[in-house]
């Protein structure tokens, strides 16, 4: 069956450090896969979307890879904050089209001054 | 004020009883879900609407129905909730097929 797996132990950090978080799927070739973080009693928030040509995309001190052949995308934060502690998820459509996502069960990021 | 909001927030009801999560969004959105999200997990797509009046299963949709007569509107309803349907319910919205979605501030019901 298809799975999206993320590391369930929450990732410490120190202020300053880069984080990478890990996102592996089996038994599907995505056309797309997303980011989203979410806080403590909140809905999750967009952050990136790259699609299967993209090797990599960046918004400010986000950058996301997509290797397909691996089945696995990295979401890197650089300069890391306390601001960016929170718990992040990715997503896939594993049907092909209508944006029906599947999410992982995200990792905890924490970032210690 | 534009966006995408849930009510209500907090609910807690009785084994048996039948329970309506409103979810209304500002931005004509043709595709609406909803999710519910549970420790060990995460989130999982019960129903989800690519237009008003059409509406398809995801993951987990026994015990729920849903509907969506309007655009702006895609209720959830459980029509005899269970305990086993405890949990936090995520309405979300996207105006593209393979575009962000727009997630609300979710649902948390509690079945006794």
């Known amino acids: 069956s298809q799975k999206i797996e993320q590391n369930s132990e929450a990732l410490n950090i120190q202020e300053g450090k880069t984080a990478t978080l890990t996102c592996n799927y089996t038994n599907y070739s995505p056309a797309y896969l997303q980011w989203y973080r979410q806080d403590p009693g909140r809905g999750p928030v967009f952050l990136l979307l790259i699609r299967e040509n993209e090797k990599e995309k960046r918004k400010e001190r986000l950058k996301v890879t997509f290797d397909t052949t691996l089945k696995q995308s990295l979401f890197h934060i650089t300069a890391s904050q306390p601001a960016d502690s929170a718990t992040y998820l990715c997503?896939?459509?594993?049907?092909?089209?209508?944006?029906?996502?599947?999410f992982g069960t995200g990792t905890q990021l924490k970032v210690e001054l | 004020d534009a966006g995408i909001t849930q009510s209500p927030r907090y609910k807690i009801t009785e084994t048996g009883r039948q329970v309506t999560l409103m979810c209304h969004q500002t931005?004509?959105?043709?595709?609406m879900f909803w999710y519910r999200q549970d420790l060990g997990h995460g989130l999982r797509l019960i129903y989800y609407?690519?237009?008003?009046?059409?509406?398809d299963k995801g993951e987990v949709p026994d015990g729920y129905v849903v509907s969506r007569s309007k655009t702006e509107n895609f209720p959830l309803t459980l029509e005899s909730a269970t305990r086993s349907q405890t949990s936090v319910y995520f309405c979300?919205?996207?105006?593209?097929?393979?575009?962000?979605?727009?997630f609300g501030e979710g649902s948390r019901l509690t079945v006794l």
């Open positions: 609407s690519a237009a008003a009046d059409i509406t």
């Open positions: 931005w004509s959105h043709s595709y």
């Open positions: 979300a919205s996207t105006g593209t097929g393979d575009g962000e979605l727009f």
């Open positions: 997503a896939l459509d594993f049907t092909g089209g209508g944006n029906k996502l599947t």
